[in-house]
Each structure stands twice: as structure tokens, then as C-alpha cells.
């Protein structure tokens, strides 16, 4: 049996080609810009006809849900990446040939999978994914388990020796780099509780746009009135919330171009890429959204107003002025303009040149 197993090609090649492919996932937009360069280089050095990742999306103690994110495949004929029935794919773990396949997954196992040995649910995707042999490395996050790096020999059986599992192992946690690598830079740059970015990722965002338009723009300092009685009497787990269902519905009426975040506590953030009246309208309608939806929580209706400062990036005819203080000029006209919409009685919008 073992004579019409697929040779693998010399392992000394492999731990350089992962070396090298690792840069690829170094790519400066995150790892999944880079995958695809990856995968191809673990496809062509080992030989192999396809190379996949699936994500796990969901999961719970007799189930779990897939996507099919990437894929490398040595012809067309060998790809199955268009292939809807592994998109959001649900397997249920009835049996115990599958219970054994997930606990394995679960404990981030290498496991290889011959056409000959398999039976049930494998069986079936085997015959109609027309595979002899599969490699399976899963891919491990802070311990938990995210994915799998598959590869598939459909022309022939194959037999993973031990050092190439090694080299694709390491290939694996280079993957698990990436993704820890993108979800640090989702936290530098997003507020927890809602979702949205934070103070300094605004601000990053508005250079940005201020490099491309340096006179445009307008600035809205958000801030609900009253945020303490609403802790004070439903508790913070309902102010948290509220926070969050106020976000939501902000984000949901935020204008293209338009940038939302979290300043902290119950104060927010909005820049917007136009100026003048069309700008001071669009937050008239947040404030009548925010005015006319109270937040239900546990069948409570909790009513909400907000108050708003505006200001517009101007250099109010100085042109000698650079991007910075013009933007830390328009911070401060916000901010005085949201104190004084506080101080005349909130729900309001207040606007400063
Ligand atoms: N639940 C919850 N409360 C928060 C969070 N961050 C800040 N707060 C609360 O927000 C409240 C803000 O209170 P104040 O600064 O007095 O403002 P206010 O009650 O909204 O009154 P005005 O702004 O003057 O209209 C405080 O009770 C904070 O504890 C959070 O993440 N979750």
C-alpha cells in the first residue's frame, strides 16, 4: 500500500520556503492581505493540491460553524473555495467518530486523515471533495480553538513525515501571530463596550483626512445629558447598555465619510467631511433620532437626550496656521461650544465658528 503513497519532496526546502513566506503575512494592511502569497508558498514547496483555512465562527459543546476563508489550489479543478456549502457551514457532533475529530481540534491536535480510514462525515467529504490523504494543523489563539490549516492530496495518498508537520506547525503559529497581531491593533485603536473607535484612533483619522482636505470638515462633540441618573437608577449594566445601543444607533445614521467614536464615559465624537449647513443637518437628525427612540432595556423605555458642540475646521483667514493647531483649534471651539449647550439647558446643538 504504502509503495503508491505520494513521495514528499526533500524537507530541507520547507523550512526555508515557511521562513520566507512568513514575511508575507507581515504585510503592513494585516496578515489576510498576505495569506494568499502564503499559502501558495506552503502549496508549492510541499507538493500538495490544495491549501485551506476555515474560521471557526461559532461553537458549543456538540456543534460547531465554519467559514472557508482562504485557499490555495495547484488547478482550478482542485479549488473549493466558491463552493457555498462551506460558507457558514454547521457540523453537528452526533457521533463519536465526530466527537473525536473536534475534542482533537479542540486541543489544537495535528491529525492525518486517509480516504481508506475514514468513515462518516469525513468519508463523505472526501469522496466529494475527490481527497486521498489530509493534513490537519489547527490553528490556536490565547488557547482557544480559531481554525484549521488543511492540506489536501487528491492525486495520490500521502504520508506526512514527522518533520514536515514540524515546519507546518510553525506555519500554523505564524498564522496565530497574525491574528493576535490583529487583534491587538484592533484594541489600540477601538473602545471595548461599544465598538467604536476610540479618542486616539479619531484623531489619527482626522489627520488623515485633513492631509487630503486641509479646510474641510466638521467637528460634533457628543455628550448625553443626564448620564448619571440613568446608572443611578437602572444600574451601570444598564447604562452599559444604553451606551451601547446608543452607539449602535448613531453608527447606523453616521453619513459616509463620516467617523464616530468614543471619547470616553458618555461622551462622543463625530467627524464629519462636510461643512456648513449640510453638516449642522445631519446632526440635527442625531439629536431628533436620539430624542424620538428612548433605549429599551428589560422592557424599560429609557428615554435619552443629547448635546452637541460643533465647530468647523477653519483657519478663520490666517493661512500661515498648520494642520495641528488648526485641529487642536477646532477641538477647543467643540468643546466650548458642547459646555455651552450644557449649560443652556441640553438637548441642544450649539455651534461655533
Ligand atoms: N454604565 C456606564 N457608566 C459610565 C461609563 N463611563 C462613564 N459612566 C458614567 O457616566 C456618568 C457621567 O456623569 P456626569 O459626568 O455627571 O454627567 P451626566 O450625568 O451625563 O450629566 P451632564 O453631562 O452634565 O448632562 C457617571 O456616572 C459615570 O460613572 C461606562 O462605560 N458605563
Redesign the pocket.
Known sequence: MTDCYKPNPPDTELFPAVSRAAKSLMHHRGWRYGIADFLEALGTTTGTNRVWMFEVIDQGPDYYVTNFVFEWADRPESSNINDNRYIGKRVDVDNPDLRALYQARLNGQVQIHQRTEVGGFLKHEFEVQGIHSMLTIPIMVEGQWWGILGFDDCDAPRDYPGSYVAALEIAAVLITNGILRERLEWEVRHDH?TGLLNRRALIWEIEEALERNPQSGTLVII??????????RYG?????E??KAFSNRMRDRVPDGGILARF???EFALWLPTNGPKARLIVEDLRNAILAHPVVWREQSIALTA?FGISEMRDHGNESIDTQTLFENVFKRADDALFQA?REG?NRIIYKE
Open positions: 463596550l455628550d448625553l445629558d443626564w448620564f448619571k441618573n440613568v446608572n443611578d451601570h449594566q444598564a447604562g452599559d444604553v451606551l470616553g464615559g458618555e448635546s450644557k441640553r
